[in-house]
């Protein structure tokens, strides 16, 4: 059974997003320029709201910044993502590319990407439910414990089977045992290349958010926004290139199918 290479997928990956850096942008800027002006105009709305309360009320802060406007955002995010990361692990798997100068079709293959990812994020939540409703019980002293053995577990779970995103995205055959049989004794690799990914991020971060403070000091506080959902954004197409790779690797080079190349040098 293959090993994952940590340190060489997330190399790939983003030596990768690097030099395709033109592509990417060609794929996906339609969704992503929506995506960055529906977060300038919420941040509007929540500087008109907030002016007149009190930067101490946290509570009245935390209100006022989670209104429709939010939820708004939140759903149109939900729906945006699909579109971005199909484009892109096919462009990494596949070598598509769109000959249309704006790609923004959200259809059935973007549908079921979308409920996989919701069907992933759901796996921790019987480990949340049993922590919430033992806590403050005489059941606490156990529900904990086996609230967190099942996050872990689920965790686990949701991070071998995102790997059926992949699948999803390029239509091909989505197995469910054929990704946990293939990821079986990948668990922490899969796991350490996350983390590595998360630190390099939070590093390219620190950068980022020094330039933005720059920028926010010629642009105002817009201009933060934007320079966070730039990062927000390239994060997202980062672990979307990580799933490809580890999809490539684990699953399809044990299928003896013909793999792609690397995606650094696609």
């Known amino acids: 059974m293959a090993?994952?290479?940590?340190?060489?997928?997330?190399?790939?990956?983003?030596?990768?997003?690097?030099?395709h850096f033109g592509d990417m942008v060609k794929l996906v800027w339609a969704p992503v320029v929506v995506y960055?002006?529906?977060?300038?105009?919420?941040?509007?709305?929540?500087?008109?709201?907030?002016?007149?309360?009190?930067?101490?009320?946290?509570?009245?802060?935390?209100?006022?910044?989670?209104?429709?406007?939010?939820?708004?955002?939140?759903?149109?995010?939900?729906?945006?993502?699909?579109?971005?990361?199909?484009?892109?692990?096919?462009?990494?798997?596949?070598?598509?590319?769109?000959?249309?100068?704006?790609?923004?079709?959200?259809?059935?293959?973007?549908?079921?990407?979308?409920?996989?990812?919701?069907?992933?994020?759901?796996?921790?939540?019987?480990?949340?439910?049993?922590?919430?409703?033992?806590?403050?019980?005489?059941?606490?002293?156990?529900?904990?414990?086996?609230?967190?053995?099942?996050?872990?577990?689920?965790?686990a779970y949701a991070l071998r089977l995102s790997l059926l995103l992949p699948a999803v995205a390029t239509d091909a055959a989505v197995d469910a045992r054929a990704i946990l049989d293939a990821t079986q004794d990948n668990v922490l690799r899969i796991f350490g290349a996350h983390i590595l990914n998360i630190l390099a991020l939070l590093a390219i971060a620190i950068v980022v958010s020094i330039l933005i403070g720059i920028i926010a000091l010629v642009l105002g506080p817009i201009g933060g926004v934007i320079g966070g959902a730039v990062l927000g954004v390239f994060g997202q197409i980062i672990s979307v290139a990580i799933l490809s790779v580890m999809y490539r690797d684990l699953v399809l080079s044990g299928q003896g199918a013909a793999s792609p190349p690397d995606f650094q040098v696609h």
């Open 36 to 155: 960055i002006a529906a977060n300038v105009l919420h941040s509007l709305s929540i500087q008109s709201v907030t002016e007149e309360i009190d930067p101490s009320d946290v509570e009245a802060m935390f209100q006022a910044s989670w209104g429709w406007q939010a939820v708004a955002v939140t759903l149109l995010g939900l729906f945006l993502w699909p579109i971005i990361a199909v484009a892109w692990h096919r462009f990494i798997l596949l070598g598509e590319t769109s000959s249309s100068a704006l790609y923004f079709k959200f259809g059935r293959r973007e549908a079921r990407f979308m409920l996989t990812s919701i069907f992933l994020s759901l796996l921790v939540v019987p480990g949340i439910l049993v922590m919430v409703v033992g806590a403050g019980t005489a059941l606490s002293v156990f529900a904990v414990p086996v609230g967190l053995v099942l996050m872990v577990a689920g965790l």
């Open 3 to 19: 090993k994952l290479d940590i340190v060489g997928t997330v190399k790939e990956s983003y030596k990768g997003a690097w030099s």
